[in-house]
């Protein structure tokens, strides 16, 4: 799942072990930044191998970053550093032991259960701002009870995510990563991992799809009756095809008569921009995108809209076929 071409962001680190296997991996460390929410001096006092750890992250070109609160890291100014991150991590997340042993009823529904859920809570709404629509945030996560009970993908969909994937996680596959209790007079050990599973999260395209929706529903109030045309340009390609923004205008009466290739070329000067935090005034690769144009929907234009179909796909679709039935 992760690679050296990606940027990582790792939060509520331990010992930093996980991230230094991952530098290892990678052979360098500088598409990585590294966090925890203790202090470094915290974290070599609870830590025997954090010091090392640590120091060796940072010759491997890591960015290391201490007192980071899920809650915030997205106001915070060393994480944020203009970067959109392609992976965001968070192992194991919980809130410490403050609240009694993991099995006690008490400590699962009355206390412990929401304080560890507030924190995965914190860290979706936090990451989401760190990502873009193809980013991925994951979290990993005891998976039998009373684990089960945190919800962690009901969690994430609340704050705006869907569960992309969820595989199984063996400690195994991270050679020299300890996982650590981390807080309490044991935070030093390592607790059984036992059934676990790595949560990975994207986030839900509902979003623009409802800017999308309302931009389509208001332009149409305004554009000409029958040669008026709505134009939308949108990257093409995995995962900004999930928006369906063909099927949206159609939901709104509305008919796609051409979709044609979109260039920066043709447009000199234009500097496409992100638009919102937190590189809001840089452009984004473009890659594959198109440029929809619409006109409301009329008989005429299902005709057109049949031939532009027939011809970009070779056949008609069902809905055309039906189109066919009602001019017949
Ligand atoms: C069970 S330990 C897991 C540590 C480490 N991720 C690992 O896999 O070994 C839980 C971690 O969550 C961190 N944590 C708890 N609340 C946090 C918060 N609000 N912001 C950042 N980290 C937090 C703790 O500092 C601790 O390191």
């Given at each position: 799942h992760?690679?050296?071409?990606?940027?990582?962001?790792?939060?509520?680190?331990?010992d930093?072990?996980?991230?230094l296997?991952?530098?290892?991996?990678?052979?360098?460390?500088?598409?990585?930044?590294?966090?925890?929410?203790?202090?470094?001096?915290?974290?070599?006092q609870?830590?025997?191998?954090?010091?090392?750890?640590?120091?060796?992250l940072?010759r491997?070109?890591?960015?290391?970053?201490?007192?980071?609160?899920?809650?915030?890291?997205?106001?915070?100014?060393?994480?944020?550093?203009?970067?959109v991150?392609?992976?965001?991590?968070?192992?194991?997340?919980?809130?410490?032991?403050h609240?009694?042993?993991?099995?006690?009823?008490?400590?699962?529904?009355?206390?412990?259960?929401?304080?560890?859920?507030?924190?995965?809570?914190?860290?979706?709404?936090?990451?989401?701002?760190?990502?873009?629509?193809?980013?991925e945030?994951?979290?990993?996560?005891?998976?039998?009870?009373?684990?089960?009970?945190?919800?962690?993908?009901?969690?994430?969909?609340?704050?705006?995510?869907?569960?992309?994937?969820?595989?199984?996680?063996?400690?195994?596959?991270?050679?020299?990563?300890?996982?650590?209790?981390?807080?309490?007079?044991?935070?030093?050990?390592?607790?059984?991992?036992?059934?676990s599973?790595t949560?990975?999260f994207?986030?839900?395209?509902?979003?623009?799809?409802?800017?999308?929706?309302?931009?389509?529903?208001?332009?149409?109030?305004?554009v000409?009756?029958?040669?008026?045309?709505?134009?939308?340009?949108?990257?093409?390609?995995?995962?900004?095809?999930e928006w369906?923004?063909?099927?949206?205008?159609?939901?709104n009466?509305?008919?796609?008569t051409?979709?044609?290739?979109?260039?920066?070329?043709?447009?000199p000067?234009?500097?496409?921009?992100?638009?919102?935090?937190?590189?809001?005034?840089?452009?984004f690769?473009v890659?594959?995108?198109?440029?929809?144009?619409?006109?409301?929907?009329?008989?005429?234009?299902?005709k057109?809209?049949?031939?532009?179909?027939?011809?970009?796909?070779g056949?008609?679709?069902?809905?055309?076929e039906?189109?066919?039935e009602?001019?017949?």
């Amino acid at each position: 799942h992760y690679n050296n071409k990606q940027k990582i962001l790792l939060v509520g680190e331990g010992d930093f072990s996980f991230s230094l296997c991952l530098a290892k991996a990678f052979g360098s460390a500088t598409n990585i930044t590294a966090t925890s929410l203790d202090t470094r001096e915290e974290l070599e006092q609870k830590y025997k191998d954090a010091k090392n750890n640590v120091e060796e992250l940072e010759r491997r070109g890591c960015t290391v970053i201490h007192g980071v609160n899920v809650h915030s890291m997205d106001k915070d100014h060393r994480v944020v550093r203009s970067i959109v991150y392609d992976r965001i991590i968070f192992n194991f997340p919980h809130a410490g032991f403050h609240f009694g042993r993991e099995t006690d009823s008490y400590t699962i529904f009355l206390c412990g259960r929401r304080q560890h859920q507030e924190v995965v809570k914190g860290f979706f709404l936090s990451a989401k701002e760190l990502v873009d629509a193809s980013g991925e945030i994951h979290v990993t996560h005891k998976i039998a009870h009373p684990f089960t009970s945190w919800n962690i993908k009901t969690l994430g969909e609340e704050k705006g995510l869907n569960c992309v994937r969820e595989k199984e996680f063996y400690t195994f596959q991270y050679p020299g990563y300890s996982n650590k209790r981390g807080s309490g007079i044991d935070c030093d050990s390592s607790f059984p991992v036992g059934l676990s599973s790595t949560f990975m999260f994207k986030k839900k395209p509902w979003l623009h799809q409802e800017l999308v929706r309302e931009f389509l529903k208001s332009s149409k109030k305004m554009v000409k009756d029958k040669d008026g045309e709505i134009h939308i340009t949108h990257k093409t390609a995995h995962p900004f095809s999930e928006w369906k923004i063909v099927t949206l205008a159609e939901e709104n009466g509305l008919c796609l008569t051409q979709e044609v290739e979109f260039s920066k070329w043709y447009f000199p000067g234009y500097s496409n921009k992100k638009g919102s935090r937190p590189r809001c005034n840089s452009s984004f690769p473009v890659g594959k995108s198109s440029t929809f144009i619409f006109k409301k929907r009329h008989r005429e234009h299902d005709k057109l809209h049949q031939c532009y179909y027939r011809k970009r796909k070779g056949k008609p679709s069902h809905d055309e076929e039906k189109n066919d039935e009602l001019d017949a």
